[in-house]
């Protein structure tokens, strides 16, 4: 029974050299000495403090805040249309797209008009319109616009059913609009409605009458006309 005892004793005596040997092996340094306790210490506070670093996140695309340049041309100003049959004066106020003023012409007869119209890129609609001698014409331009110029077709119709085609070639004069000066139009006297003479009545002319010599009227037989009046009490009157 002791020897059992002391059996165990060397047994527990044995690892606990063991361990203890192990434990000294931990704290040697590099260089082959023993790490003291403040190089134990940093050595863990510098494991603790270490960061890992983060995958970085990817950054959102940039969002493009620039408008889109306009998509039409400046063509305020004054223009001079050359046209087949003439040339018209033009002035243009622009509002964006939208076009408007007045033209108007000299030959072969004066003539004051309305404009209207819009611009979409290079591209140019334009509408003017005109009363001449009482009908109603409409122009119609349409065509590439840049630089000062206008270069295009043009269809006119007027209210009697009448139309032509053409091409136009345009100019800017002047991008001042204050110049424009619209034509003289003589303005038509009323029209008077024709009088008709109303024809005049003759007079009626007094019935011949019968005279004596002597310039006395003749006298009359009233027993000639008896017969248109009633005779007696309750005669029935002639018809």
């Known amino acids: 029974m002791n020897?059992?005892?002391v059996a165990i004793s060397l047994i527990l005596a044995i690892a606990l050299i063991s361990g203890l040997s192990a434990a000294d092996?931990?704290?040697?340094s590099e260089d082959g000495?023993?790490?003291?306790?403040?190089?134990?210490a940093e050595t863990y506070d510098i494991?603790?403090?270490?960061?890992?670093?983060e995958p970085a996140e990817p950054s959102a695309p940039e969002?493009?805040?620039?408008?889109?340049?306009a998509a039409y041309g400046d063509l305020e100003g004054i223009w001079i249309l050359n046209t087949d049959d003439g040339q018209i004066s033009?002035?243009?106020y622009q509002s964006e797209d939208i076009l408007f003023g007045a033209a108007n012409s000299v030959a072969p007869?004066?003539?004051?008009?309305?404009?209207?119209?819009?611009?979409?890129?290079?591209?140019?609609?334009i509408q003017i319109l005109t009363l001449r001698e009482g009908v109603l014409v409409s122009t119609l331009i349409a065509g590439p616009a840049s630089d000062g110029t206008i270069a295009g077709s043009l269809i006119q119709s007027d209210s009697q059913g009448r139309s032509e085609t053409g091409s136009v070639m345009g100019i800017m004069i002047n991008p001042d609009t204050s110049g424009y000066t619209p034509a003289n139009v003589p303005v038509a006297a009323p029209a008077v409605a024709p009088v008709t003479p109303t024809p005049e009545t003759p007079a009626?002319?007094?019935?011949?009458?019968?005279?004596?010599?002597?310039?006395r009227r003749t006298p009359v037989d009233v027993t000639a006309f008896r017969e248109r009046f009633a005779v007696g009490a309750g005669a029935p009157l002639p018809f």
Request: net charge negative; proline share 7%; glycine share 12%.
């Open 63 to 69: 969002i493009q805040t620039a408008l889109p340049e």
């Open 3 to 5: 020897t059992k005892k």
């Open 90 to 92: 033009m002035v243009l």
């Open 33 to 40: 000495g023993i790490l003291g306790q403040n190089e134990i």
């Open 109 to 125: 007869a004066p003539w004051n008009g309305v404009v209207t119209g819009s611009v979409l890129g290079d591209t140019v609609r």
């Open 204 to 215: 009626a002319t007094p019935p011949a009458q019968e005279t004596t010599a002597d310039g």
């Open 47 to 53: 494991a603790e403090t270490t960061d890992i670093a």
């Open 25 to 28: 092996d931990g704290n040697v």
